[in-house]
């Protein structure tokens, strides 16, 4: 597989799964990668992306539904799930989404957003330019592996700190960690 920023991330998104957990909701899922793995712990996954064309290159898995939907308009019920992913997905509708994701975590659940911001100040560049050598090792040491994902791509209009604002006041209690490879990670516990 081709390296890939947020395959880079699944290890620590599958450690917030709550133990015990059931149910789940993959929101942008792409090609379903993760939600396959989400899966493979024995969850029972709901798998969302609007693109139709990264639904069909999914293909059927074991465990997973997938749903050719947007998450802004796709009937949410209410404590249903109890994890929630969002990778690199957020930045695709309303931040204010997380507020009906927030409302469609069971009681323990996590939700847990992969998201990309948008570089604005100082220390956003430094860590940006602390990120290009590692990335290009890491894409060279992938080099020829897989496929490129066939997902649309939108920059981010947020800034990090417009998310750690945003969050404060939709997502009371959520810790919000700026990654390398232009990322942030929120987890939200309801």
């Not at 069909?56 to 929630?84: C, S």
Request: proline letters at 7%; a positive charge.
């Amino acid at each position: 597989m081709a390296f890939s920023h947020n395959d880079h991330y699944h290890g620590r998104l599958l450690r917030l799964v709550p133990r015990g957990a059931r149910t789940a909701l993959d929101v942008g899922c792409g090609t379903g990668g993760f939600a396959r793995r989400l899966a493979g712990l024995g969850l029972e996954v709901d798998a969302v992306d609007p693109a139709a064309e990264v639904i069909e290159a999914a293909g059927p898995a074991p465990g997973v539904r997938y749903h050719h939907a947007d998450i802004t308009e796709m009937e949410l019920p209410a404590g249903r799930y109890d994890y929630i992913s969002c990778l690199a997905s957020i930045h695709h509708v309303p931040f204010g989404t997380v507020a009906r994701l927030r409302d469609a975590l069971a009681p323990g659940g996590v939700l847990a957003v992969l998201g990309c911001y948008s570089e604005v100040s100082a220390t956003d560049h430094a860590w940006s330019l602390a990120a290009i050598p590692v990335n290009a090792a890491a894409r060279l040491a992938m080099a020829g592996r897989g496929t490129p994902s066939p997902a649309p791509v939108k920059q981010p209009e947020m800034s990090l700190a417009e998310i750690r604002r945003e969050a404060a006041v939709l997502l009371p209690g959520a810790t919000v960690r700026r990654l390398l490879f232009w990322r942030y990670l929120l987890v939200y516990g309801r």
